[in-house]
């Protein structure tokens, strides 16, 4: 749930910055906004947690991709005739 509410808040920023037609104010408003949001602890170990989770399913995969090479072995001459 709290990462559908970031995409949504990422992407409502998103719009309101591209959409802005009322001149710089606005954006250094959501600038300073996004910067006390991202400054808060509860925030950061979120991002800490995502990162560590992306990096520990990375390496899964890389691990993965690396005990099967015979798997890869060939298998781009089949998909060209």
Known sequence: MK??????LLGVGAGFVLGSRAGRAP????????????????????ALQA???A???????????????SAVKGGSSTLIS
């Open 3 to 8: 990462k559908l509410m970031f995409l949504f």
């Open 27 to 46: 954006c250094e408003q959501l600038d300073a906004k996004i910067r006390r949001v991202a400054g808060r602890p509860d925030v950061r170990n979120a």
């Open 51 to 53: 990162r560590a989770a």
């Open 55 to 69: 990096q520990q399913t990375a390496q899964q995969i890389v691990g993965k991709v690396s005990d099967s090479p």
